[in-house]
């Protein structure tokens, strides 16, 4: 998605290990006619799919999720972070390592809201070491749902979460894959 491509050439900042900063247009201020293109490039993407509900993480997955669910003309669902200690009654729920904070924690979503047979479109903005696309499938599996395939943003193809899905038959969509970046700039999959 080119003007997604530009976007993150032109404003995109590169922190120590590996993060990219795109808090210009998506992960703190939001541009929503990108998001909204962003929202249709993964609803044309899955189009034939019969995608029943999109689901995300909460926070810079939310924007990601209701526009694409909008598009698909299907809701759109988030899962909650809580403690990693928290125990809960009802729902389902699966431990993920933040790749940005290093800590773990525990995403929720409450069982009405994810139903047997569901066919689920997963989506978030990053895909680095899989930890947040692992965590949710494990969700979508645990209400005997289907994840029908994952749509990533930005996908860092040089870490190895893309690889990982991939090989365990994941669908993974991912509109802008970047294969390296550094001093010299950021360089993306053809
Ligand atoms: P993973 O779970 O695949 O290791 O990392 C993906 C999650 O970590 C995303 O939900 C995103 O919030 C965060 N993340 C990973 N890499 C980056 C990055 O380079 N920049 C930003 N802003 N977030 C990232």
Do not use: C, W
Not at 13 to 39: C, M, T, W, Y
Not at 86 to 99: C, D, I, N, P, R
């Amino acid at each position: 998605m080119e003007q997604l491509k530009q976007r993150i050439r032109t404003q995109g900042r590169i922190l120590p290990n590996s993060v990219l900063k795109v808090d210009s247009f998506l992960n703190h201020q939001l541009d929503p006619g990108l998001l909204e293109a962003i929202g249709n490039a993964f609803a044309s993407r899955f189009a034939k799919d019969r995608i029943d509900k999109v689901l995300t993480v909460e926070a810079s997955g939310i924007p990601i999720a209701l526009f694409t669910a909008k598009a698909l003309g299907v809701n759109a669902l988030f899962a909650k972070k809580f403690p990693s200690n928290k125990q809960f009654e009802h729902g389902y729920s699966a431990l993920v390592t933040s790749y940005t904070k290093g800590t773990s924690h525990q995403i929720h979503v409450d069982s009405p809201f994810l139903l047997p047979g569901e066919r689920i479109l997963i989506v978030d903005d990053f895909l680095a070491n899989g930890e947040a696309a692992t965590g949710l499938i494990r969700l979508v599996q645990q209400a005997q749902a289907e994840v029908v395939g994952l749509g990533i943003v930005i996908e860092k193809g040089f870490q190895p979460g893309g690889q990982r899905l991939r090989q365990a038959g994941i669908r993974v969509e991912s509109l802008a894959i970047i294969e390296a970046m550094d001093d010299q700039g950021i360089t993306f999959a053809p």
